[in-house]
């Protein structure tokens, strides 16, 4: 019986999928590793300077770490989930040139390291590679967690928020201990204002609207029974940032950082097959 050959996104599809599978441990594990190893040393001066912070090798281990989640949604992008994230992306830059110029919603601050291209000279152009993943990972893994609650608006739309404010909670500290970016009079928690997580509400209330909205909820859960790496860069997002904050003694971080891994753990999904 002769095979029949896949529609060309089908098979970019399918290769995706082979690539992550090939290389869950690389990918989720080794890179993150790595990566706060090299973060540390960059922060120590323990680097020579072209490659202390560089933005290029930056954003290639943050593109790898992104790709388990690329390569999980993709099949979900219809029509109707990829105007969803087209806006969301929109909404990223849009609130980003308003927190520079305005202080508000986050609280004024300014970036302390370079993340790449910047737009117009203050926002950078990849903000949607660092802001979306923490949305779209607190989703998936609140669906898991949520199972047939998840069926309420009321209940998985509050519960995401939360998660994803959560995730903010755990990153911005470590992120400001490197240098990333600085608030104007430091913070109470961390060197980050309060302010700075009433902005994130914001933030994550819309962004968790527009993707509930945009993406089928039973595709969202059939794909995520079919695919178990789909969550991998939530792992790499507690390995990365729990070293970083732990090397800094951000405990509160680290707790919070723990317990994503504990609701990874309740999920049962990173099961790395024997070589």
Do not use: Q
């Amino acid at each position: 019986m002769a095979s029949v050959e896949l529609p060309a996104r089908a098979r970019l599809e399918r290769h995706l999928d082979e690539i992550v599978t090939e290389n869950r441990f690389t990918i989720a594990v080794v890179f993150p590793a790595i990566g706060a190893v090299a973060l540390l040393a960059s922060a120590e001066a323990l680097f020579p300077e072209p490659l202390r912070f560089n933005p290029y090798l930056l954003l290639f281990g943050i593109a790898v770490m992104r790709l388990p989640l690329v390569a999980g949604v993709a099949p979900l992008l219809t029509r109707k989930a990829t105007a969803g994230i087209v806006i969301l992306c929109a909404y990223t830059y849009a609130i980003e040139f308003v927190g520079v110029f305005t202080g508000y919603p986050y609280g004024s601050f300014e970036y302390g390291i370079d993340l790449g291209p910047m737009i117009g000279g203050h926002v950078p152009a990849a903000l949607p590679l660092f802001f979306l993943p923490l949305v779209v990972n607190a989703y998936l893994l609140c669906l898991l967690l949520l199972g047939g609650r998840a069926r309420r608006a009321l209940v998985r739309v509050p519960i995401v928020v939360l998660a994803v404010v959560g995730m903010d909670l755990a990153l911005d500290p470590a992120a400001v201990s490197l240098g990333f970016w600085a608030y104007d009079g430091g913070g109470s928690y961390y060197g980050v204002p309060w302010m700075n997580y009433a902005g994130w509400v914001l933030s994550a209330t819309v962004a968790v609207t527009v993707l509930d909205a945009s993406f089928d909820r039973k595709a969202v859960f059939a794909r995520l029974d079919r695919c178990r790496f789909m969550l991998d860069d939530l792992v790499s997002f507690v390995i990365l940032w729990g070293v970083v904050n732990a090397y800094f003694g951000n405990w509160v971080p680290v707790a919070l950082v723990a317990a994503f891994g504990y609701g990874l753990w309740m999920t049962d999904r990173f099961d790395i097959p024997a070589r």
